[in-house]
């Protein structure tokens, strides 16, 4: 069975503070790929990343940039000075087809 | 990309009755899912939608309770039949392409009183 662990409940940060997500997950799989989502209070589901097994690549994004590490079956999120914009809560994701979600994480930025 | 229409985009009705769901999809697609998201609470998958065929459940969750339609490549129906307060959901239609992400529709809002 496959699984997706969100420890972080709620993070909350002052603006232009750096905030890390974590995500943990276990799958027998060999080839998978995880994903971050992030869904702000009007409820749509925002894609930010996809992350193949065999790419262990780290990838930066503008703000955004995600440590892949299979070694530890981590998938981590790190938002870099964040923004008020960025308040919403974050899913980390897992599968090839179908989806197995982590709870999420409440990202509250405050100003 | 694949751009994903789903209908209603909210609803409110009364427990006891009926409320199908559509998922319109912008080009061919082969994986389609539906899933649920519970106030609060994270996404869990319902079933797969299967052209031509039945729906594929998730643990939890039943063909009486949740039939689903799937004519074609590009569009998908979730009824929810039956309903109690419980049911209260955001319901969101997914597709999957290999190399690429998983969309999501823009989800429907039931409350059901």
């Known amino acids: 069975a496959q699984k997706v662990t969100q420890a972080q409940t709620e993070i909350s940060v002052v603006e232009k503070e750096d905030v890390t997500l974590d995500c943990v997950y276990e799958?027998?799989?060999?080839?998978?790929?995880l994903f971050w989502y992030k869904q702000p209070p009007s409820g749509e589901l925002v894609f930010l990343i996809r992350?193949?097994?065999?790419?262990?690549q780290n990838e930066i994004s503008g703000r955004y940039s995600w440590n892949f590490q299979k070694s530890t079956s981590s998938f981590n999120f790190t938002i870099t000075a964040s923004q008020v914009v960025d308040s919403a809560v974050y899913f980390c994701?897992?599968?090839?087809?179908?989806?197995?979600f982590g709870a999420g994480t409440q990202v509250v930025v405050t100003p | 990309s694949a751009v994903i229409s789903q209908k209603p985009s909210r609803d409110i009705c009364q427990r006891g009755t009926s409320l199908t769901i559509q998922c319109q999809v912008d080009?061919?697609?082969?994986?389609m899912f539906w899933y649920r998201q519970q106030p609060g609470q994270s996404l869990t998958l319902i079933a797969t939608?299967?052209?031509?065929?039945?729906?594929?459940?998730e643990s939890g969750f039943v063909i009486d309770k949740f039939p689903i339609s799937r004519p074609n490549l590009t569009f998908s129906t979730l009824t929810v039949s039956n309903m109690s307060p419980e049911d209260s959901s955001i319901y969101l239609c997914?597709?999957?392409?290999?190399?690429?992400?998983?969309?999501f529709g823009q989800g429907t809002r039931l409350t059901v009183v």
């Open positions: 997914s597709v999957f392409r290999v190399n690429t992400e998983a969309f």
């Open positions: 799958t027998r799989d060999t080839t998978y790929y």
């Open positions: 992350r193949n097994s065999f790419d262990e």
């Open positions: 994701a897992l599968g090839w087809g179908k989806l197995q």
């Open positions: 080009s061919q697609v082969t994986m």
């Open positions: 939608a299967n052209q031509g065929s039945e729906a594929t459940y």
